[in-house]
């Protein structure tokens, strides 16, 4: 393996003997005929990549390979090695579209799988909606079947990439009379169909527009646009969890890109600040949770590819990665000082020309909110790993009509 993985091995010893695993050697077959195609296709399109499997190589055949976790590191080893990148289109590869696998029809599975893994049509996924995020089974937008249709109205918010996206994964309510999870159902929208608006909202990075709010007025969906059942919604989404795709840790500090500690570290220890004991001892502790994260990770790799189950690590993982991440981003800023606060400003010299600081700097508040917030995960862990009672829901049981979110819905 390239970079991280040559010291890869004698840390993970030395770490913990609970992490111990070889990768795939240099002359392993399964690699030496990944490398001959990648030599046989040195610009390969998103199509060609799809059709060959790479994309989601863990999926079932034909769009994946059913890889196991040895194979698909080989397999992003030697497209890093060769140059060739995954199409860009995180929605429909790393979330929704294992739920047309799983869920959908065979018309629904040719019209959308293929344009979605070669990046062709972008996808977005319409869960959060203004009065329900972390409580997304509380949702209002309403999905009524009228022939051979479904009328949709409502609004959704935060829609990751919703302005360049042909296809939407939205969840709504089909059943008002159900309990709240149980009256859900999942629709494939066309993002452009009468009665779709998309408006952007800008955020403070600074960079351009990613996040959105639709609303949806009597948008009309064909019956064949849902997937799975009336009412299989809530089960559908979560499903999406449970298919987590082995990849080596990256090192950034923002969910795995941007900067991170280490190059705080190195950019500071090139200042005057770094005179500093206190500033000293702040950085050296964020570089030890660093390193702490990282063997985090590797452990679950480990335990991936040992065919372990994935333990408590995981989840404690996230919980820790997003605050310590606003961590390093802070004492970045305050390092900056007023210089901070100009747009594009870099804090620390830097031989490139990256300015992914910034970036980092002012994305940083979303990490603890976006992919489950905090609180909500600390409650996760209580609840399923540590065995604590679950939270008290009052609306768990009663028709979502007789709770409180339907009433400020017709308020
Ligand atoms: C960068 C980013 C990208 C996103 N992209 C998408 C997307 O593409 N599609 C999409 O549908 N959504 C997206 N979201 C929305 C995201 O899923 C929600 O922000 C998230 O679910 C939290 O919901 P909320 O913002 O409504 O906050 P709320 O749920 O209102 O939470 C507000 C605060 O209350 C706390 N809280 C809530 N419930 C509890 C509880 N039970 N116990 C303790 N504390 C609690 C929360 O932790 C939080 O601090 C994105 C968000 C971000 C930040």
Redesign the pocket.
Known sequence: MSGDSTTLKPLLKQADTHMDFELPAEGDPRRLEVRKWCEEHPKPTGMELAKQGYVVPHWIAPWGLEAEPELQLILDDELDRADIRRPNNSVAINNCGISLVVHGTKAQQDRYLWPALSGEEIW?????EPSS???LASLQTRAVKDGDHYVINGS?I???LAHRAKVGIMVARTDPSAPKHRGLSTFIIDMDAPGVEVKPIDDMTGYPNE?NQCFFTDVRVPVGNLLGVEGDGWKISTSQLQTERVALAKPGAIWGTGPGARDMVRGLSQTEAFEDPLVRQQAASLYIESEILRLLKYRNLSDRLQGRPIGPESAIQKVLSAPHGQRVMAMTLEHMGPRGLISKEKPFESPDDRDEWNWGIWFSP?VT??I?????MK?VISERLLGMPR?NDPDIKRPWKDTGKKKEATS
């Not at 977005?124 to 959060?128: A, D, K």
């Not at 489950?372 to 909500?376: A, L, S």
């Open positions: 977005c996924q319409l869960f959060s995020g972390s409580d959704k935060w829609t990751s996040y979303a909110l976006g489950g917030t905090t609180e909500v409650n939270e």
